[in-house]
């Protein structure tokens, strides 16, 4: 399973900043795609777990409703953090198949409301992740999944930093990176709350 941490994530950034001024090399789109293949397999089985991990709290509401309201809590934002996500992937795609184009990401990112939306959405998720965990000598793990986020969260410049004449590829990698970050926090404080539901 691979999780992006924020190191790897900075190293994509450097990467993509030497090459903003030329056209995208063929291995860098091949390293960008093979990143980000590799964050979508990580992200659809912590999907796939978060929803396992709810449903079963979900199913024990009656006796937990505690539980199952932190639950709600941070299983909800997360999931709409991540379909927002996924949404501004295919607008991304659809604006630009070869993935090679500096504007889509840009404009959208940057040059509209959507940047705020989506650090709404960001923040959302790093605010209920942390309200919701029980077990507070887990925060150390919750902080290193939710380490980006939490960055962007201060840095008044990140949304150039990220996606300024970014191609349309490794823009699409950086929203997959969010995308799996939000679920991976999800995933800790699910676990976490369900190990808290005493039989």
Request: with cysteine; net charge neutral; charged share 20%.
């Amino acid at each position: 399973m691979f999780l992006l941490n924020k190191q790897t994530l900075t190293l994509l950034v450097v990467i993509l900043c030497l090459t903003q001024c030329k056209s995208p090399s063929n291995e860098i789109m091949d390293a960008f795609k093979t990143v980000d293949s590799s964050l979508s397999k990580t992200t659809d089985y912590l999907n796939n777990t978060i929803d396992a991990i709810y449903l079963y709290i979900d199913s024990n509401r009656n006796t937990h409703l505690t539980q199952a309201l932190y639950a709600d809590s941070i299983y909800f934002t997360a999931k709409n953090a991540y379909y927002y996500l996924d949404s501004l992937k295919v607008v991304l795609k659809s604006k630009d198949e070869s993935g090679e184009n500096i504007d889509p990401a840009t404009n959208m990112i940057i040059k509209s409301a959507t940047g705020d939306t989506l650090l709404q959405k960001l923040s959302a998720v790093y605010k209920h992740a942390y309200s919701s965990l029980i077990d507070k000598s887990k925060k150390a793990e919750l902080d290193s999944a939710l380490a980006t986020i939490g960055d962007i969260q201060v840095d008044k410049n990140w949304k150039r930093k990220y996606f300024e004449t970014t191609p349309t590829f490794a823009a699409m990698t950086i929203l997959s990176s969010f995308q799996n970050d939000c679920v991976n926090a999800a995933t800790i404080t699910l676990r976490d709350i369900k190990e808290h539901m005493t039989p």
